[in-house]
């Protein structure tokens, strides 16, 4: 039997936007800390875990320390060393690392990840493995409220051209053991079907107030990116979600408007105390590059792009994923590239204005 949603507070309204926050927000370019993953990282993940090459990276703060981290296709001691390996190379759908270091600008030190044997990252969610019904299980968006955590996933029918992928349906896994076990509710499912290219596939969670946000895009890269929220003790509960439709909030995911127009791909949110202000990052596949948006609110206005990480310094670059304990003007993110298939910690500077 599913466990329901634990208790938290009560929801309240979005307030206005501060009158102290800043009114815009620049960002410089990104630049390397330290790489987290795979062989020679801080982590060193290979020798310690038998994660050779993974990718991908969300954060959040589980409420008691730590922020926990999800990466996605993962690879052992026979992956081959750039992108994705082979299937016979020690494959997982996913895995999971938790770190309680906060002292961000040498790095970001795992104490641990979830293993199945000792010495052995273990999956978190069960996949299919099979091409054209259920490819793999990728997470896309974490959030921890009352104790519990949830990773909104996406499950990918099959991969397409670059930038291009097909999925199932997204939904939503919870843990209540502090990500060692995970359990995905049936009911809080998202479908995506030719007929129905559904907003939220991938997806950003963002917690503020008593709400938790929901940021979606439809399957790939392309999409425009769309904003629902749920009060924060119903995450599980789909019939609680509420979409932004431009102007309320409507209780149909079809009436959801865009919030900011594409090409988004793997895309993260956060509210930044330092700024006042709301932070989007994303890839623009069509520029190749990593960029920063910023807003009032959840709903808007979205600023123009901002370049945080360039593909021509970084080739095929991905990813962005925003560290949640960021303070002050310093910015951290997690990026991957597709050639060393791993993820380095970066970080950008802020500037109110």
């Given amino acids: 039997m599913l466990a329901t949603a634990l208790a938290a507070p009560a929801a309240e ?33 290979a020798a310690n875990y038998q994660v050779y090459g993974t990718d991908l990276g969300i954060m959040w703060d589980n409420g008691a320390g730590e922020v926990l981290m999800a990466f996605g296709d993962t690879y052992g001691e026979d992956w081959g060393g750039n992108g994705a390996g082979p299937r016979e190379a020690d494959w997982r759908c996913n895995v999971l690392a938790k770190s309680s270091d906060r002292d961000l600008a040498d790095g970001m030190t795992f104490d641990t990840m979830v293993q ?21 299980v990728i997470p896309t968006a974490g959030i921890a409220v009352g104790g519990r955590s949830y990773i909104h996933y ?5 991969w397409g051209p ?45 917690r503020h107030r008593g709400h938790v946000y929901l940021f979606g895009t439809p399957n790939g890269r392309w999409g ?25 909030w409507s209780p149909s995911e079809a009436t959801a408007a865009p919030i ?12 930044n105390e330092y700024t006042g202000r709301w932070l989007m990052t994303y890839l623009d596949e069509s ?41 002050g003007p310093d910015l951290y993110f997690a990026l991957t590239q ?8 970066m970080r950008s500077t802020l500037t109110r204005e």
């Fill in 162 to 206: 670059a930038g291009t992928w097909f999925t199932n349906h997204s939904g939503i896994a919870w843990s209540d053991d502090n990500g060692e076990t995970w359990t995905k509710d049936p009911d809080a499912v998202w479908p995506n079907t030719p007929e129905w290219d559904s907003h939220f596939q991938m997806t950003a969670f963002a």
């Fill in 260 to 271: 900011a127009g594409g090409p988004i791909g793997e895309l993260s949110v956060q509210y």
């Fill in 154 to 158: 996406m499950s990918v029918n099959h």
């Fill in 287 to 327: 520029r190749a590059q990593i960029v920063l948006r910023d807003a009032p609110g959840p709903t808007g206005p979205w600023g123009e792009e901002q370049v945080i990480v360039d593909g021509a310094e970084y080739p095929a670059l991905y990813g962005g994923f925003l560290h949640p304990w960021s303070s």
């Fill in 116 to 136: 199945d044997r000792p010495g052995h990252a273990g999956q978190l969610l069960d996949c299919l493995k099979q091409n054209g019904v259920e490819e793999t």
């Fill in 13 to 45: 309204s979005e307030p206005a936007p501060s009158t102290t926050a800043a009114d815009g927000v620049t960002v410089t370019r990104g630049v390397p800390v330290a790489r987290l993953t795979g062989a020679g990282s801080i982590n060193e993940t």
């Fill in 224 to 248: 425009d990116a769309h904003v629902a929220r749920v009060p924060a003790g119903n995450v599980l509960d789909k019939d609680a979600y509420r979409y932004w439709d431009g102007s309320d």
């Fill in 338 to 345: 597709w050639g060393p298939y791993n993820v380095t910690l």
